[in-house]
């Protein structure tokens, strides 16, 4: 069974545009959570969806944004990117996300903001 | 992964044990994993231990969890080069924080030939 994949694996932009992120989670998983991954931050909850809705959302400005399809597929867009926005940006899927469900990471898409 | 702390660093001599701890203060934590992220890579599930259990032994990889203490470690035995890598102690919580982990900073181990 193919892993949780991401596209694209390497971005660069440059302050004020505005990027999207892609996350094809497990086949048959129906959750994927998006986290953010900097030195200085560690590793950071930005959302997770479940069935086209999102669940639960980290503390993140609104310039962070995702939505899920109907087949589980999932991006994240960052809207007027700021330099501290550069991250490893990692996206998991689980079965359903309920806390039983064992999550299971793509390899990011590493972002830098020029 | 304020509520979630591992020491930063660890060193190791190729073939002996490596112990790399976790702990964590949320007593509504319900199961506790460990990922192994390689440089430039996603994070790798190395195993995870339900909270009602206090050990776990998967291969060369063993979980031990003192839910009393809030005290969670993992022991590679027989580490090898190939090891060298950050571990992250994470857990999950009940609750309204469904598909969200919260992480450690994680421990940068390094295994010496």
């Known amino acids: 069974k193919a892993g949780v994949t991401q596209t694209p694996r390497y971005l660069i932009k440059t302050r004020g545009q505005q990027v999207t992120l892609s996350c094809s989670p497990i086949s048959g998983h129906r959750s994927v959570s998006w986290y953010q991954q900097t030195p200085g931050q560690g590793l950071q909850f930005l959302f997770e969806y479940f069935s086209e809705t999102q669940r639960n959302k980290g503390n993140f400005p609104g310039r962070f944004s995702g939505r899920q399809f109907s087949n589980s597929r999932s991006e994240m867009n960052v809207s007027t990117l700021e330099l501290g926005d550069s991250a490893l940006y990692l996206c998991?899927?689980?079965?359903?996300?309920?806390?039983?469900?064992?999550?299971?990471f793509g390899p990011g898409t590493r972002l830098l903001v020029l | 992964g304020e509520d979630v702390e591992q020491s930063l660093f660890l060193s190791v001599r190729e073939g002996d044990s490596s112990v790399i701890n976790c702990t964590y203060t949320?007593?509504?934590?319900?199961?506790l994993y460990w990922y192994k992220q390689e440089p430039g890579a996603g994070l790798q599930l190395l195993t995870y231990?339900?909270?009602?259990?206090d050990m776990k032994q998967d291969q060369r990889l063993t979980v031990l969890l003192n839910k009393k203490d809030k005290h969670l470690s993992l022991r590679i035995a027989d580490t090898q080069t190939g090891d060298s890598a950050i571990y992250f102690c994470?857990?999950?919580?009940?609750?309204?924080?469904?598909?969200?982990?919260?992480f450690g900073r994680g421990t940068q181990l390094t295994v010496w030939p």
């Open positions: 231990i339900f909270s009602n259990m």
């Open positions: 949320d007593s509504s934590s319900t199961y």
């Open positions: 998991a899927s689980s079965l359903a996300a309920s806390v039983q469900e064992t999550q299971y």
């Open positions: 994470a857990e999950s919580r009940r609750g309204s924080t469904l598909g969200r982990l919260y």
